[in-house]
T-cell receptor, first 115, second 114 residues
């Protein structure tokens, strides 16, 4: 069964601190895709990253980095030197190769960056 | 390039009424999916359409239905509204057939049932 767990419901950090958002997934497929989306107060989800199950390389994009570990079924997201504009709800999501007609989302982590 | 457009942005309906929400995908995108977002349940998959065909439907009652037109625009309908249907309804589009690629989301329609 597909499942995405984001255990952290809400996190608050002071600006400039680093913060890591955890994501654990479950799937029986060998080929799958993992995503992170950001939802600012305006409502729309903004795509941040997509990673396929065969690519375990960590990725860095500016202040954002992602750590994909198949051994622990985790796909964690770290924001370095956080800024107030990073305040949002962040969703981790999973889609499977053989069921490419939907994405399963975690329940999201609400991140507050305090000035 | 225009993004995904959802109309209306806000809606207030009374119990028992029905409602239709609209989604215009990004030009050239042929796959449209719908999600319901509530504080308790998070983002839940409603249905996905490609080339006017519903490919998958989430675990929602038959009161929830949808369709896709030849221009890829999609509508979803909820009949006999219940208080629990109050939610943010999000639409997403992708260029190809599958949802394994980057999805572009609209700002959603916030439905309040009173």
């Amino acid at each position: 069964a597909q499942k995405v767990t984001q255990a952290q419901t809400e996190i608050s950090v002071v600006e400039k601190e680093d913060v890591t958002l955890d994501c654990v997934y479950e799937t029986r497929d060998t080929t799958y895709y993992l995503f992170w989306y950001k939802q600012p107060p305006s409502g729309e989800l903004v795509f941040l990253i997509r990673r396929n199950s065969f690519d375990e390389q960590n990725e860095i994009s500016g202040r954002y980095s992602w750590n994909f570990q198949k051994s622990t079924s985790s796909f964690n997201f770290t924001i370095t030197a956080s800024q107030v504009v990073d305040s949002a709800v962040y969703f981790c999501a999973l889609s499977e190769e053989r069921r490419d007609d939907k994405i399963i989302f975690g329940k999201g982590t609400r991140l507050h960056i305090l000035p | 390039k225009a993004g995904v457009t959802q109309t209306p942005r806000y809606l207030i309906k009374t119990r028992g009424q029905q409602v239709t929400l609209s989604c215009s995908p990004i030009s050239g995108h042929r796959s449209v999916s719908w999600y319901q977002q509530t504080p308790g349940q998070g983002l839940q998959f409603l249905f996905e359409y490609f080339s006017e065909t519903q490919r998958n439907k989430g675990n929602f009652p038959g009161r929830f239905s949808g369709r896709q037109f030849s221009n890829s625009r999609s509508e979803m309908n909820v009949s006999t509204l219940e208080l629990g249907d109050s939610a943010l309804y999000l639409c997403a589009s992708t260029r190809g057939r599958d949802m394994n690629t980057e999805a572009f989301f609209g700002q959603g329609t916030r439905l309040t049932v009173v």
